[in-house]
């Protein structure tokens, strides 16, 4: 992990976090971040209302825009990344942030890690050496007294068009995280990796919505915003050699006021707690399956919207609660724009991970218990300068509290 690009504020909070974290040290931390995020430049948002399909009394849809931003144009005239540029998987590896499912051809990322959340908070360490990043304070645009039900966050062209690999814009991931609420822990993962930072929501190569509540809004539960501050940061790689205009967008649907408790995502990993980077090292030519420790649940509620994260090799990522599978979040490879030729060799990289949208009911002393399952026999690793790459297997989720 390099900090040395890190604000000095940012470097003693990524050291702090490198010690495990008491429940109440966290919160501390969370509102050190925020005060870290008031530094940050801000940006205004430009609200676009629309639509909602969601049947729920007072339900709002807004687009809410956030530039533009010019990303310069790339004067390497560089190829779109293949697979040998490294990092490819379902999803980003932002701790706690639930990416999605899919990355073609990736570029190479930080390899997650408290301390490179927060190098890539400060946006000043583009994981792709043709990488553009941004890091911006939300000063407008999102509700406040109010909860969010669903969102996504997306790039868009000026034309409101999604800027994707399609269009020559490559789009690692963009994430906007609540840097003020305090996090809580309702299972008790490993020591160490807890993060101050309140994930919102993520977005990468696929598109996917972030639910707080089942996908029909009849669960009641979701992201209550108060007066909390934002951050939203951004990495892009633009192929054309002309710069591109952007906006970063999030698309939200919400209430006024609260529904329900409130819902916050969480991740667990598959490996036990002895990798800090949350990976591990499947064999080539192997099938196998790893399995956490036991994580206790201190409190009574409803896992929603668990999805697996893996790196290409893995098959699955599975959650147990006394044992009982509860959730299969499934490996799905190939599909349009993530079947390429390396050497003349067809390679497909995963493209989704299913999600467990129904709500799992789980009680306070019970233990759940997280595997990834790998076959690098028919989903060889991803070579980078000649090393096979690690394994990834982590389950993000959002628990909804009993009370
Ligand atoms: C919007 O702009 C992008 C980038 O200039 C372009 O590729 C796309 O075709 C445009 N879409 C529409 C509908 O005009």
């Known amino acids: 992990m390099k900090y040395l690009f890190l604000t000095p504020a940012l470097a003693a909070l990524t050291t702090a976090a490198a010690v495990p974290l008491e429940a109440r040290q966290s919160n501390m931390l969370g509102s050190m971040l925020g005060m870290a995020a008031k530094l940050m430049p801000a940006a205004n948002g430009i609200v676009i209302e629309e639509k909602s399909s969601l049947k729920v009394a007072g339900i ?9 931003f010019t990303i310069p144009g790339n004067k390497d005239g560089a190829a779109p990344p293949s697979p040998e540029a490294g990092h490819n998987h379902g999803g980003g590896d932002m701790p706690g942030m639930s990416m999605g499912g899919a990355a073609p051809a990736a570029p190479k990322a930080a390899g997650g890690g408290f301390g490179d959340t927060l190098s890539l908070l400060a946006g000043q ?46 789009l690692h991931h963009v994430i906007a995280m609540d840097v003020t609420k305090p996090v809580k822990s309702y299972i008790t993962g490993c020591p160490g990796i807890a993060s101050s930072i309140s994930p ?32 939203m940061q951004a990495e892009l790689v633009n192929y054309h050699p002309e710069p591109q205009n952007v906006f970063l967008q999030m698309d939200i649907e919400w209430v006024p006021g609260k529904y329900g408790p409130d819902a916050s995502q969480a991740t667990l990993a598959a490996t036990s707690c002895d990798s800090a980077t949350q990976s591990f090292k499947p064999q080539p030519g192997t099938a196998g399956e790893i399995k956490s420790k036991v994580y206790p649940a201190t409190a009574d509620g409803k896992i929603i ?45 995963i493209t989704k991970m299913s999600e467990c ?16 399952s790998y076959d690098t026999k028919t989903h060889p690793l991803r ?12 389950m993000t989720f959002v628990f909804v509290p009993s009370s």
């Open 60 to 68: 709002k849809r807004q687009l809410i825009r956030y530039g533009p």
């Open 125 to 170: 360490k583009p994981m792709d050496p043709n990488g553009w990043s941004t890091t911006k304070r939300l000063a407008t645009g999102l509700c406040k007294d109010c909860t969010v039900l669903s969102g996504k966050t997306t790039v868009v062209f000026e034309n409101g068009t999604r800027a994707d690999l399609s269009k020559g814009v490559y």
């Open 200 to 231: 919102f929501l993520g977005g990468a190569v696929d598109e996917f919505r972030q639910w707080y509540t089942t996908p029909d809004g009849q669960l009641k539960a979701g992201f209550y915003i108060k007066n909390d501050e934002f951050i």
């Open 305 to 349: 919207a668990a999805r697996g994260h893996m790196h290409d090799g893995g098959t699955a990522v599975n959650m147990y609660i006394n044992d009982k599978l509860v959730c299969a979040s499934k490996a799905t490879y190939g599909g349009a724009g993530s079947t390429l030729k390396v050497n003349g060799k067809e390679w497909q990289t």
């Open 357 to 372: 949208a129904d709500p799992i009911a789980i009680k306070k002393g019970d233990n759940v218990l997280i595997t990834a």
């Open 383 to 394: 070579e980078s300068h000649g090393e096979a790459q690690e394994g990834m297997g982590i």
